[in-house]
T-cell receptor, first 113, second 112 residues
Framework: SQQGEEDPQALSIQEGENATMNCSYK?????LQWYRQNSGRGLVHLIL?????REKHSGRLRVTLDTSKKSSSLLITASRAADTASYFC?????????????FGKGTKLTVNP | NAGVTQTPKFRVLKTGQSMTLLCAQDMNHEYMYWYRQDPGMGLRLIHYSVGEGTTAKGEVPDGYNVSRLKKQNFLLGLESAAPSQTSVYFC???????????FGPGTRLTVL
């Protein structure tokens, strides 16, 4: 079953705008990760945030985590056409020994030039 | 480092045929995973391994078998392919249970 659910399912913006994607999950976690997938390619890790962290930055990416609401958001600032991709959140499964990640269905981001 | 590689990249099978997908990683990772990705379904875990000689079932294991005889390789087998197994298959690995996962480029499988 899906642990993380991204919202929205699809997002279309203009180059230069900010893009925000959200992820909600159901059970407690040790960490949450965001991945990116370009069309027809494998997933690439973007950022990992641990349950005791509230915010993390990496270049134009900003991730927040609210464990009380069981939600996370990924903000891409000053978007570029090259940011067009699908973005997935993934959570670990502490009850299962955190041996595996559970991925959401993803948000498909289109950045128009 | 090549990272995570998958063989083959594409394959077309007829219903009932068998095949093996090979995943190899050169990062000395303990954990390895096989996922399938279908439109609108996201990534679903088929089987995984937490170390050489170990395997465990994921979310959708039926119709698949795996083996991890060597630490660097994780094989996914389809004994009798069905059209429902048409999908893109991704392999991934990671060093430890709190680390990030590295993905292979994927294998696009079509079962006619």
């Amino acid at each position: 079953s899906q642990q993380g659910e991204e919202d929205p399912q699809a997002l279309s913006i203009q180059e230069g705008e900010n893009a925000t994607m959200n992820c909600s999950y159901k059970t407690s976690i040790n960490n949450l990760q965001w991945y990116r997938q370009n069309s027809g390619r494998g997933l690439v890790h973007l950022i990992l945030i641990r349950s005791n962290e509230r915010e993390k930055h990496s270049g134009r990416l900003r991730v927040t985590l609210d464990t009380s609401k069981k939600s996370s958001s990924l903000l891409i600032t000053a978007s570029r056409a090259a940011d067009t991709a699908s973005y997935f959140c993934a959570t670990d499964d502490p009850q299962g020994g955190s041996e595996k990640l559970v991925f959401g269905k993803g948000t498909k981001l289109t950045v128009n030039p | 480092n090549a990272g995570v590689t998958q063989t083959p990249k594409f394959r077309v099978l007829k219903t009932g045929q068998s095949m093996t997908l090979l995943c190899a990683q050169d990062m000395n990772h303990e954990y390895m995973y096989w996922y399938r990705q279908d439109p609108g379904m996201g990534l679903r875990l088929i089987h995984y391994s937490v170390g050489e000689g170990t395997t465990a079932k994921g979310e959708v294991p039926d119709g698949y078998n795996v083996s991890r005889l060597k630490k660097q390789n994780f094989l996914l087998g389809l004994e009798s392919a069905a059209p429902s197994q048409t999908s893109v298959y991704f392999c991934a690995s990671r060093k430890g249970r709190t680390d990030t996962q590295y993905f292979g480029p994927g294998t696009r499988l079509t079962v006619l």
